[in-house]
C-alpha cells in the first residue's frame, strides 16, 4: 500500500492533537510519522518532514491549526506528493465548544485568546473521539492499494 497522508486541522482546543495521538495509536506508533507543525516553524521543513514520512512510513499525519495564510501552499505541496492517499479533515467546533474543551486541559489557553484566535467555519463536527477515528480508518480502507 501507498502511504497515506491524513491532515487534521482545526482551531486551538478543538481536540486535534489528541485525536492525532490516538489515531497514530490506533494505526500502529511504529507505521506513522506524526508532524505537529506550529506558526513560528519554517513551512519547508513540514514539507521536508512529509517528504521523509512518505519514503519510511506507511501514515503521515500532520496536525495544527495550519491557519491558511501562512499554510495553504505547503499543505497543497504536500497533497500533491501523496495524490490520491490523501485525507483532510476539519475539526470544526462552535467557540463553545471550544472554550469548554479548552477549559478540560491542564494548560488551558484561556477564553480570552480562544476568542481572540477563533477561526469560524460553516459546520458542526459532533463526532465524539471514538467516532472519529473509526472515520478515519474508514476512509483509509477505501483507498486505492496501488
Given amino acids: 500500500m501507498k502511504p497515506v497522508l491524513i491532515i487534521i486541522r482545526g482551531n ?7 485525536l492525532a495521538a490516538k489515531l497514530q495509536e490506533q494505526l500502529g506508533i511504529n507505521k506513522t510519522l506524526l508532524i505537529q507543525p506550529s506558526a513560528d516553524d ?14 519510511r512510513f506507511e501514515y503521515v499525519i500532520i496536525e495544527g491549526q495550519l491557519p491558511k495564510d ?6 497543497k505541496n504536500v497533497i500533491k506528493m501523496f495524490g490520491k492517499q490523501t485525507l ?22 484561556g477564553r480570552e485568546r480562544l476568542v481572540e484566535q477563533f477561526q469560524p467555519y460553516d459546520q ?5 473521539i471514538n467516532e472519529k477515528i473509526n472515520r478515519i480508518i ?8 496501488f
Fill in 12 to 18: 486551538q482546543s478543538s481536540g486535534k492533537t489528541t
Fill in 42 to 55: 519554517d513551512t519547508k521543513t513540514m514539507i521536508k518532514l512529509a517528504e521523509y514520512g512518505q519514503k
Fill in 70 to 75: 501562512i499554510y495553504s501552499e505547503s499543505i
Fill in 88 to 109: 483532510v479533515y476539519y475539526l470544526n467546533l462552535t467557540l463553545d465548544q471550544t472554550i469548554q474543551l479548552d477549559q478540560q486541559r491542564d494548560d488551558s489557553y
Fill in 138 to 145: 474508514e476512509d483509509i480502507n477505501k483507498l486505492p492499494l
Fill in 124 to 128: 458542526i463536527d459532533e463526532l465524539d
